[in-house]
C-alpha cells in the first residue's frame, strides 16, 4: 500500500512536469507569431498577376480541415467575451456564419510559402478574424467594438497561464539560435518570391536599449484586409503585439505601424529583467527535471525487482 501511495504520488509529479512542457509547448506555438498583428504597404497581394495561382493553388484547399479545427478552438477563446453581450442562442450563430465566411475566404488566401514560411500561419488566423469581424459587423458592430472583443479576448487567454511558465517561454525568443534563423528569414524575404508575403529587415541590437529589432516595410496581413476592403481593422492587430510582449516580458517597444501611416512597423525587443521570477522559473524547471530522474530510477527498481522475483520462482 506505502508503495502504491509512493508509485501514485510520483506519477502526480511527473503528470505535472508533462503537462507544463506541452503548455510550454503550446504558448511557443502562439507566441511565435506575435508579430502577426503589425501591417504593411506595396502590393496588394492578390491573384492579379496570377502568379500566386501557379505557385501553389491547392495548398489552403489541401489543409481546409485543419483550418477549420484551428477556427473552433478560436471560437471558444472568443467565447468569454461574446457572453457580455450574446445569448447562447446568438453566439452559436455567430460561430456557424463565421466557419461559413471563413470557408470563403480560404481559396482567397494568398500563398507565401506554405510550410516553409512561419508567417503562413499568421495569414490564417487573420483570416479567421476577417471572418468573424464581417459576422459581427451584419449584427451592426464598430471596428472598434469587434477589436476590442478580440484584443480582451487574447489578453484574457495569456492571463490564464502561470507568469512563470509564460516568462520561461518568452526566453526562446532571445536566444542566439532564434535570433540567428530570424536573420535568415528576413533576409529570405528580400527576395520577393511571393507577393502578398511580409517584407523584413533585421536590426542588431545596440547593447543598450534592445536586444535586436526588426522592421517590417511590407505586411502580408494589411495586403490580405486591403485586397477584402477590411483595411480598417488592422490597427486592432498590431495591439495584440503588445499583448503577447507584456506576457512574455520581451519589453517591445514600437514607434510607428504601416497601418497607421507609418514607413514601417518597428520592432525593438528588450528582455525584461526579473530575477525573482527567473529563480522560479530555475527552480520549477530543476523539480520537473529531478521528479522525471526519480520516476525513472523508480521503474527501473520495480522492474528489475519483478525481474528477480521471476527468476526465483523459476528457480524453486
Not at 251 to 259: D, F, H, I, K
Not at 278 to 294: C, H, Q, Y
Request: one cysteine or more.
Amino acid at each position: 500500500m506505502k508503495h502504491r501511495r509512493i508509485f501514485l504520488s510520483v506519477v502526480s509529479v511527473i503528470m505535472l512536469g508533462v503537462i507544463s512542457i506541452l503548455t510550454i509547448i503550446n504558448i511557443y506555438g502562439k507566441s511565435a507569431k506575435k508579430s502577426s498583428g503589425c501591417s504593411g504597404g506595396g502590393c496588394m497581394g492578390c491573384n492579379g498577376c496570377g502568379s500566386q495561382g501557379q505557385i501553389n493553388s491547392t495548398y489552403y484547399k489541401n489543409k481546409q480541415e485543419q483550418l477549420l479545427d484551428t477556427l473552433e478552438g478560436r471560437q471558444k477563446i472568443f467565447r468569454s467575451e461574446l457572453l457580455k453581450s450574446h445569448t447562447e442562442k446568438e453566439i452559436t450563430e455567430i460561430s456557424k456564419e463565421t466557419t461559413e465566411e471563413f470557408i470563403k475566404l480560404i481559396p482567397q488566401l494568398p500563398y507565401i510559402g506554405g510550410d516553409d514560411n512561419v508567417l503562413t500561419e499568421d495569414i490564417e488566423l487573420a483570416a479567421m478574424v476577417l471572418a468573424f469581424y464581417r459576422v459581427e459587423k451584419k449584427l451592426g458592430r464598430s471596428v472598434e467594438e469587434v477589436g476590442g472583443i478580440i484584443y480582451n479576448a487574447i489578453k484574457g487567454e495569456m492571463s490564464k497561464y502561470p507568469k512563470w511558465l509564460l516568462r520561461l517561454s518568452g526566453r526562446k525568443y532571445f536566444t542566439a539560435t532564434y535570433i540567428e534563423k530570424l536573420k535568415k528569414d528576413t533576409e529570405e524575404s528580400q527576395k520577393k518570391l511571393y507577393s502578398g508575403d511580409w517584407l523584413t529587415t533585421f536590426v542588431p541590437g545596440d547593447g543598450k536599449q534592445f536586444d535586436y529589432g526588426y522592421n517590417h516595410t511590407e505586411c502580408g496581413i494589411l495586403k490580405f484586409f486591403r485586397e477584402q476592403d477590411a483595411e480598417e481593422l488592422t490597427p486592432f492587430l498590431c495591439k495584440l503585439d503588445y499583448v503577447y510582449s507584456d506576457s512574455l516580458d520581451e519589453g517591445l517597444v514600437r514607434t510607428s505601424t504601416l497601418a497607421e501611416g507609418g514607413k514601417y512597423c518597428d520592432f525593438r525587443l528588450k528582455r525584461v529583467e526579473n530575477d525573482s521570477l527567473d529563480m522560479l522559473v530555475a527552480g520549477t524547471a530543476g523539480m520537473i527535471i529531478v521528479s522525471i530522474a526519480l520516476t525513472f530510477l523508480f521503474i527501473v527498481r520495480k522492474i528489475l525487482i519483478n525481474r528477480k522475483r521471476s527468476i526465483s520462482g523459476l528457480s524453486s
